[in-house]
């Protein structure tokens, strides 16, 4: 279980997260959706430490993270994976490579079980042969899947993602979104996805934590943000800018 308590960050004076609060129960996959610049990059990677708040709390599992020492972050990350927004390849690195990177610094396992965990990340998203290609030679979708890969690759309680289908077209970001429901379905994985995108909202989400002016402005169900009336959801839900006028009480 992920539980934030009262998190404040802000950058050069301005307030990016203003007392935010909700907690991620084991198992669940959570969304957390909201315009550009709304906070929801920024909260993710408070969740595994790759951001200290200015106050507040961030706890795993009954683990303080929000001040841990770098030894003691390297475990609870070895228990969460993170995939970034843009992949996050090292293009000096084929991909198994890259994934061998993660299994190296993350776990003590010896290199042959280590090239048997790249083969099996790399079959768990559709990608078997792929090992020696260099990012160079990967397609957007292929690049999101790698990432993937090195994420489930530690075999992790958590997986967090950035963005998971940004850029990608509709059969591409479907393949991410069955993904994501394998893992969650078939290993327990308590999945955190920042996104944009209604359609993992709608496919892909057990629940539904909404950002505004660094706030939760909603906290719930995917099938009660689709009926909220509240304007700010509204206008995020529907696209309608006219609605950013409306009173809000």
Same mark, same amino acid.
């Given at each position: 279980?992920?539980s %934030?308590h009262?998190l404040?960050k802000? *950058?050069?004076?301005?307030? !990016?997260?203003?007392d935010?609060s *909700?907690v991620?129960p084991?198992?669940?996959t959570?969304a957390i959706?909201?315009?550009?610049?709304?906070?929801?990059?920024v909260?993710?990677k408070?969740l595994?430490g790759l951001?200290?708040?200015?106050s507040?709390?961030?706890?795993v599992d009954?683990?303080l %993270? @929000?001040?841990m020492?770098?030894?003691?972050l390297q475990?609870?990350? @070895?228990?969460?994976?993170?995939v *970034?927004?843009?992949?996050?390849l090292?293009?000096s690195?084929?991909v198994g490579?890259n994934i061998a990177l993660?299994?190296?610094?993350?776990?003590?396992?010896n290199?042959?079980?280590?090239?048997?965990r !790249?083969?099996y990340?790399?079959n768990e %998203?559709d990608?078997v042969?792929?090992?020696m290609?260099?990012p160079?030679e990967?397609?957007g979708?292929m690049?999101k899947?790698?990432g993937?890969?090195r994420?489930i690759?530690?075999?992790?309680?958590?997986l967090?993602y950035?963005?998971?289908t940004?850029?990608?077209d509709p059969?591409?970001?479907?393949?991410?979104?069955r993904?994501?429901?394998k893992f969650?379905?078939q290993k327990?994985i308590?999945?955190?996805i %920042?996104?944009?995108?209604l359609?993992?909202?709608r496919?892909?989400a057990?629940?539904v934590?909404?950002l505004?002016?660094?706030q939760?402005w *909603?906290?719930?169900s995917?099938?009660? !943000?689709?009926k @909220?009336d509240?304007?700010?959801?509204?206008?995020?839900i529907?696209?309608?800018?006219?609605? !950013?006028?409306?009173?809000i009480?």
């Amino acid at each position: 279980m992920i539980s %934030v308590h009262n998190l404040y960050k802000q *950058f050069d004076n301005k307030h !990016i997260l203003k007392d935010v609060s *909700f907690v991620v129960p084991e198992g669940e996959t959570t969304a957390i959706i909201g315009k550009s610049g709304a906070g929801k990059s920024v909260l993710l990677k408070h969740l595994n430490g790759l951001l200290k708040p200015d106050s507040g709390e961030v706890w795993v599992d009954d683990e303080l %993270v @929000s001040n841990m020492s770098t030894r003691a972050l390297q475990k609870i990350r @070895s228990r969460m994976g993170m995939v *970034f927004q843009s992949g996050a390849l090292f293009d000096s690195m084929n991909v198994g490579e890259n994934i061998a990177l993660a299994l190296r610094r993350l776990t003590r396992l010896n290199e042959q079980q280590i090239q048997e965990r !790249i083969e099996y990340s790399l079959n768990e %998203v559709d990608l078997v042969g792929t090992g020696m290609m260099m990012p160079a030679e990967l397609s957007g979708g292929m690049k999101k899947r790698v990432g993937i890969a090195r994420a489930i690759a530690i075999q992790p309680d958590y997986l967090l993602y950035d963005e998971p289908t940004t850029g990608l077209d509709p059969v591409m970001t479907d393949m991410i979104n069955r993904l994501i429901i394998k893992f969650q379905s078939q290993k327990q994985i308590t999945a955190v996805i %920042v996104t944009h995108e209604l359609r993992i909202v709608r496919e892909v989400a057990d629940r539904v934590i909404m950002l505004h002016d660094g706030q939760v402005w *909603f906290d719930g169900s995917a099938a009660d !943000i689709q009926k @909220s009336d509240d304007p700010v959801v509204r206008q995020f839900i529907t696209g309608n800018s006219t609605l !950013i006028n409306q009173r809000i009480a």
